[in-house]
């Protein structure tokens, strides 16, 4: 998915889901570690010995032993990489070794691999289709539409203990969407500012000129209005209810 689309808080979510669970998943946030820093950070993570971390050798056997015991217990042992598409190709060729990790029936090591669109450039390479054809799920985090960003700016008012209709007008929301092409994350840094600025001009609701007015600021460019037309269609009102 595209950056600001909640890769990384979807990952946040699912990993405190299973907190109180036999399984284990190592999340690596940081893809631009050397090779050995890779292994001392997952030994470290796993649990292992500090031998682990000195040796591959002795990390794999460990790691063997580990995954093995947590199966049998009835728990999942997992690998996650985010910002994939910025780790080096060495280490893109390590995490495919490791998830030859297994018993003659079961992979024993589950690898999520989270990125933007530019993973799937890294993975069309010709040295990695080896990793490339062990993938045996591909999901994408699409940006919002105008319908769905309208419905998240009302959630997120209503969890503050505001009632949408009273805080952003309709032409608002649209200004919003258009300027953040339905990303999360700019959608919340535009209504942040449009708040901002809504309330230093004593306005309420905030209207569609404020947000138009953070956009600006930001550098933002929004889509024509009649790209948006198109994607309200007739009938569908982007006003949160």
Known sequence: GEA???KTSLVRAALASIKDTPSRYVLVNNPTLGRQEFYEFLAREYGLSVSASMSKARFLA???????????????????????QSMPHDLL????????????TT???NIVLCGQPELADR?????????????ALRCELAPLSLAETASYISG??????????????????????QGSTGIPRTINVICDNALIGGFAA???????????????????????AAAAAEVVGPGVDPQPS
């Open 4 to 6: 600001g689309t909640g």
């Open 62 to 84: 460990e790691l063997q032993e580990n995954v093995e015991s947590r199966a049998r217990a009835g728990g999942l042992t997992g690998l996650i990489v985010d910002e994939a």
């Open 93 to 104: 060729e390590e995490i495919r070794l490791l998830g030859n990790i297994e018993t003659t």
């Open 107 to 109: 992979k024993l090591l």
């Open 123 to 135: 993975l069309n390479d010709t040295t990695l289709r080896q990793l490339k054809q062990r993938i």
């Open 156 to 177: 997120r008012l209503r969890i503050a203990g505001g009632v949408p209709a009273e805080i952003f007008t309709r032409d608002a929301v649209v200004a919003v969407y």
């Open 202 to 224: 004593q306005l309420k609701p905030v209207p569609g000129s404020v947000v138009e007015d953070v956009c600006r600021d930001f550098d933002l460019s929004p889509h024509a």
